[in-house]
């Protein structure tokens, strides 16, 4: 077991812009209400549970199920920042699997009213069943998972999340100006599982959220 300094110099070696990930599920959690939450591929990326009460994590990488088998001392880490964030409920409830998020996750179909996509490759392609309809998919546009939910009868743009100077915000308007090509093509699965990475926008936020609407 690793001892409780090395987890917290572990997690501040990867947050390397304290508090950024902390501003941005801020920014979420002001715009949606999510109780249960499913972050695949997060590597040791514990700032939603900083606003979410219900966080189901789950990588494949072997640094990150070390690091969540600390459990007190994530949960110390966590605990720490809900508090220091004003959150009236410090407790936030944990988990961690140690997975493929290609093959079948121990959650409920339509269980999850918020599913992260970030950095980390077609989450929307297989962990969709999981989330509820009305549910939200965040999801930013370097990996070409953005673009795949674009494309994705089941979900509609419902928001961009923008980022200034460590600042997000959740926009809901002129939603129609986003998601254009910035060179006319067609835009199909195969060719963005084929290119695994995102298509060229005109305008280029942060990140989207998708509602589940089938
Ligand atoms: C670039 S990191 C991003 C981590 C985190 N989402 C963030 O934004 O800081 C990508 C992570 O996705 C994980 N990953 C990629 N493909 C995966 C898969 N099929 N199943 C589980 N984890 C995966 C990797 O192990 C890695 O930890």
Same mark, same amino acid.
């Given at each position: 077991?690793?001892?409780?300094?090395?987890?917290?110099?572990?997690?501040?070696?990867?947050?390397?812009?304290?508090?950024?990930?902390?501003?941005?599920?801020?920014?979420?959690?002001?715009?949606?209400?999510?109780?249960?939450?499913? %972050?695949?591929?997060?590597?040791?990326?514990?700032?939603?549970?900083?606003?979410?009460?219900?966080?189901?994590?789950?990588?494949?990488?072997?640094?990150?199920?070390?690091?969540?088998?600390?459990?007190?001392?994530?949960?110390?880490?966590?605990?720490?920042?809900?508090?220091?964030?004003?959150?009236?409920?410090?407790?936030?409830?944990?988990?961690?699997?140690?997975?493929? %998020?290609?093959?079948?996750?121990?959650?409920?179909?339509?269980?999850?009213?918020?599913?992260?996509?970030?950095?980390?490759?077609?989450?929307?392609?297989?962990?969709?069943? %999981?989330?509820?309809?009305?549910?939200?998919?965040?999801?930013?546009?370097?990996?070409?998972?953005?673009?795949?939910?674009?494309?994705?009868?089941?979900?509609?743009?419902?928001?961009?999340?923008?980022?200034?100077?460590?600042?997000?915000?959740?926009?809901?308007?002129?939603?129609?100006?986003?998601?254009?090509?910035?060179?006319?093509?067609?835009?199909?699965?195969?060719?963005?599982?084929?290119?695994?990475?995102?298509?060229?926008?005109?305008?280029?936020?942060?990140? %989207?959220?998708?509602?589940?609407?089938?």
């Amino acid at each position: 077991m690793t001892s409780p300094n090395r987890v917290a110099d572990f997690y501040a070696e990867y947050d390397r812009h304290p508090g950024d990930r902390v501003r941005l599920f801020a920014a979420i959690a002001n715009h949606l209400d999510a109780v249960q939450v499913l %972050y695949p591929g997060s590597y040791v990326d514990i700032a939603p549970s900083v606003w979410f009460e219900t966080v189901v994590y789950a990588d494949l990488d072997r640094r990150a199920a070390k690091f969540f088998a600390n459990e007190d001392q994530v949960q110390v880490l966590v605990d720490a920042k809900r508090a220091a964030g004003g959150h009236a409920d410090p407790i936030a409830d944990i988990s961690f699997h140690h997975l493929d %998020y290609r093959e079948q996750l121990p959650l409920e179909d339509e269980s999850t009213d918020l599913l992260i996509s970030l950095y980390a490759g077609f989450i929307s392609e297989h962990c969709t069943r %999981y989330l509820r309809i009305g549910g939200h998919l965040l999801v930013n546009p370097s990996h070409g998972d953005a673009a795949m939910a674009s494309i994705n009868p089941s979900y509609e743009l419902s928001a961009v999340v923008t980022a200034r100077s460590g600042d997000y915000a959740v926009r809901t308007d002129g939603l129609d100006g986003y998601l254009v090509p910035k060179k006319p093509q067609a835009i199909t699965r195969e060719r963005l599982l084929e290119l695994g990475r995102g298509i060229a926008y005109t305008k280029s936020p942060f990140a %989207y959220l998708f509602q589940r609407v089938a």
